[in-house]
């Protein structure tokens, strides 16, 4: 009888532990936002609010892997990579379901820092020709609907090149050759129709971006010392979340002050 899979449970740093302590690809991405966030999160098991589900990008996340599931068993080029002349096929690999379950994912050991590094990614291509020949190729799939062409431009999107940069860090860890230039399969809900008609139509553009990785084992090592440490960080100044904590503690310290007599709650 196979045994059933059991989700990993939030598990807090413990220091002196000898077990490796699990660390997601979004985790180290909290980090690099606020260290503050994190600590509260990993050290004292107090998170930020969770934020509504995306059903509609999830679902489109999902259409994407089974499309190129299909060419993936047929080991054939799909239209995309014809359209951007990429030379590359789907990856295929016994371990690629795993890959991108979430909460497993592609798992590494970090043995300086003893980290369980995770990462479930949406996708990896393999090229077929050129001086890059048999690189593995990070794909991430996105999705959103706005007026203009997407790009990858905007401040907030720096956590996506994250995101990427993490998974090549991750993949080469586990032996592989990866390519530098990764691609965000962007898909665009376009607003141009004059109905909706019970569809939703896509404009899909693959965007090229070449990762960077020098900077995740700096990180990893500040985020070892940031758990070892026993003093809440400073927060970042442009973290919402602790400003949002701040002025609520502020103002409701402030009430009380001046209410005092009436009690706490209403």
Partial sequence: MAAKFIPWKKKLYIKGDSEPFKLSRSKIDLFVECPKCFYLDRRLGVSRPQGFPFNLNSAVDLLLKK???????????????????IKAIPFSHDEMDTWRENFV??????????????????????????????????????????????????????????????YQWIFRKLGFEVSDTGYFVYANGMRTGEKFDNKLEFKISLIPYVGKTDWVEDVLENIKKCLEDDRIPKEKDTCEYCTYRNKAGKAFKDHLDKFSDKGLFA
Avoid: C
Wanted: glycine share 4%.
């Fill in 67 to 85: 499309e190129f599931d299909t060419y993936r068993t047929a080991k054939t080029i799909h239209p995309y990579m014809v359209i951007n002349n």
């Fill in 105 to 166: 994912g592609a798992q590494v050991i970090d043995e300086k820092n003893n980290f369980l590094i995770t990462g479930a990614i949406d996708d990896l291509w393999i090229y077929t020709d050129g001086k890059d020949k048999d690189k593995i190729i990070i794909v991430d799939y996105k999705a959103t609907s706005k007026d203009a062409d997407v790009d990858l431009d905007s401040e907030w999107q720096d956590g996506y090149k994250r995101q990427m940069e993490i």
